[in-house]
């Protein structure tokens, strides 16, 4: 099982980038996935999340401007940022609770990580 995060670049404040995790192996299924991110000098916070239902939650810096959904179907999990600020400057990761069977059972898995960089 492998989460393959991408969608991260340069954007300027006040724009929009939508960053995806796309799990792929012998999956059951995809349970709760997380996004987090991590600035420089700083801890990993927690983002968004959203479970197998769809429900969701947010961090208080960004409700309002980022909205995470998920298409079971393709088995990945979006993260639509907008009105971008240079605080959310980070290093974003998806994790995922996944059932599989190979390796049989129930994981946690990490992403590799995607740079989202807002700077004029």
């Known amino acids: 099982v492998q989460l393959q995060a991408s969608g991260g670049g340069l954007v300027q404040p006040g724009g929009s980038l939508r960053l995806s995790c796309a799990a792929s192996g012998s999956i059951f299924s995809v349970n709760t996935v997380e996004w987090y991110r991590q600035a420089p000098g700083k801890q990993r916070e927690l983002v968004a999340a959203i479970t197998s239902g769809g429900s969701t939650n947010y961090a208080d810096s960004v409700k309002g401007r980022f909205t995470i959904s998920r298409d079971n179907a393709k088995n990945t999990v979006y993260l639509q940022m907008n009105s971008l600020k240079p605080e959310d400057t980070a290093v974003y990761y998806c994790?995922?609770?996944?059932?599989?069977?190979?390796?049989?059972?129930?994981?946690?898995?990490w992403g590799q990580g995607t740079e989202v960089t807002v700077s004029s």
């Open positions: 994790n995922a609770d996944v059932r599989s069977w190979d390796p049989p059972g129930f994981n946690n898995y």
